[in-house]
DNA sequence: TTGACTGCAAAAACTTTGCAACGTC
DNA sequence: GACGTTGCAAAGTTTTTGCAGTCAA
């Protein structure tokens, strides 16, 4: 676990940045610049919007280094997640799914019936969040969570 | 696993109604009346709004039941839920929570740093769930999901 | 050199499934 | 008697942990 791909992916401009950053925040915590370490802000860098499971990452690193093991995946996210650097959500049952977390919060609606994730603007529910603060002091944690509900075709559907 | 417990228990009231109209539900779909079903339904009926994980509820009968298993609680939740009698939350990471459906729609909020769970009702997220509708489609199901964040405590510790 | 980190293997936590015996209709 | 259900045991899925060897600082 010491060499690099062969080059950057395309498309790669801002990861140097943020994968310098990163573990420049991980040295300041006391931990160390490692190869599985760049190699997960990566595999999240190639599509920095998406959702992908442990299993996705591990996949895909394990295309450029085999011997990279399902441990580490984990390992890593639990390490990243506790420097806010990645967040995951549960959409269900199944596995948890992995984002980086800089982009803007975002809310999961998982339809029931056909297993599709929508995506939501936050500002969709800011009014929501104020509500829950006014009346029950909780502070609603925007993006970590998933909603469950049914989309516009399988309720389409069931309407005949 | 064919006698009943010796006395049914305190504030049983409408406990017989709830069970009798489920049982006769079950048949309906061509499902048989046993100890189990009515069991697991009274067992969910000793607090109607509680949550319940389905190791506490195996706990429970067991009392009473000692042969009673786990794949029976989850085959028998399943069949409940397929009846739309019970409901799951995840609340987070652990086991799933399980509770009658006939009550209310209410959301759970659980806080990320003491894990614990507040319930809110639901008419806080009537105005998310007709703006979802409006802008997505998207039929929020209400008492289906959690909500993490940080309740009022803690945030009040964080901040010293 | 020191101790943080990783790979490997085993286990933990939760849930599902196969099958033969049993109970309901 | 037919067949839906259950108990039991085994296995599936996702995630965590122990430990000895490895690598960054």
Redesign the interface.
Known sequence: MTSRPSKPAPGDQDSPDLIHDAIELIRQQGGRSTTPRRVVLEALLLSPGELRTAEQLLAHIQASYPDFTESTVYRTLALLEDLDLVDHV?L?HGPSHWYLSGALPRWY?T??SCGDV?V?EAD??A??VA??AK???????AG?????????SC?NQKAH
Chains 1, 2 share one sequence.
């Open positions: 549960h269900g609606l339809c029931t929508l939501a969709i529910f009014g929501l509500e829950v009346r029950t002091g909780f502070t609603v944690d970590h969570f998933a909603v469950t509900g049914t989309c516009l309720s």
